[in-house]
């Protein structure tokens, strides 16, 4: 297992405060042998040096655009599963190893698990705990797809075959990327039990100050006919509305409560994504 390669791609832009959190848990892998690169986009701050302190490669990538860095990265690794994972995300001991066995024995070509959210001093403050696979297509069609990006691994295969994410969109690409794959028919497996991620929670996100510019991104798919709820698409939401249903009523009844539905840092509104640098 430990032969095993997993490649992950952390994109960066003045990244230095959360940026020796998300190093740490990727070079404390344990049973996979795991490739990390930054894709920088021009830090001012100390994001490089703390690179060159874990000596983890880097590469630049003009700024612009969080997916131009991550398919630049992403195209750079070898590794037959990859992924990438926010520089104020992290993950557990364990997570990866877990994740490609699963999807070896699953033969899965996109594998998830369950996140923690944490706030911005990596407190926990909830649980998410992923759908089935079968609800997944409901998901998607109601503008959700169920798990936080940081908990998904997929095959490098997968990742070419759908061209990678759509440099079009600034905001809601993994969205875009994450419902293509489901939507597709590729295999897809579901990790459950501990979680294997988490996901930080901060005023800064994009999701904090862009949503305006987030929205106008979804009119495209609003109107492509992609996102078409369904009843059967209602009732897989309702069963992952359920089967979170402590998470949501503490994030109601909290004072650091968030808006009820899943605001995902990277993309756009909501469920729709997960957060930027």
């Given at each position: ?113 369950d ?17 089935s ?49 489901i ?36 009119e495209?798919?609003r ?34 409560a ?20």
């Amino acid at each position: 297992m430990a032969d095993t390669k997993i490649g992950v791609v952390v994109p960066t832009l003045n990244s230095g405060s959360t940026l020796d959190w998300t190093i740490c848990s990727l070079k404390s892998q344990q049973g996979v042998a795991i490739d990390v690169l930054v894709a920088d986009s021009g830090s001012e701050d100390e994001t490089l040096a703390i690179c060159k302190r874990w000596a983890v490669p880097t590469i630049y990538v003009t700024p612009g655009n969080m997916y131009r860095a991550i398919n630049t990265g992403l195209r750079q690794i070898t590794a037959e599963w990859v992924t990438y994972l926010n520089s104020d995300d992290f993950v557990y001991r364990h997570s990866y190893a877990r994740l490609v066995m699963h999807g070896e024995q699953q033969q899965a070509e996109l594998v998830y698990g369950d996140c923690d959210f944490v706030d911005a001093e990596g407190r926990f403050l909830f649980a998410l705990r992923a759908p089935s696979p079968r609800r997944l297509p409901g998901l998607v069609r109601h503008g959700d797809f169920g798990f936080a990006q940081p908990a998904a691994i997929y095959r490098r295969a997968a990742f070419e075959e759908l061209g990678g994410f759509n440099e079009r969109f600034k905001y809601i690409a993994d969205y875009d990327f994450f419902s293509r794959i489901i939507l597709s028919g590729h295999r897809i497996s579901a990790l459950h039990g501990p979680a294997v991620a988490a996901f930080r929670r901060h005023p800064s996100q994009l999701s904090s100050y862009c949503a305006s510019a987030m929205a106008s991104e979804w009119e495209p798919f609003r109107n492509s006919g992609r996102l078409k709820p369904s009843p059967r698409s209602v009732l897989d939401l309702m069963s992952m509305y359920l089967g979170n249903s402590s998470n949501y009523l503490w994030r109601l009844t909290s004072r650091r409560a968030w808006p009820p539905r899943i605001s995902r840092k990277n993309t756009a509104l909501d469920t729709r994504g997960a957060s930027r640098n």
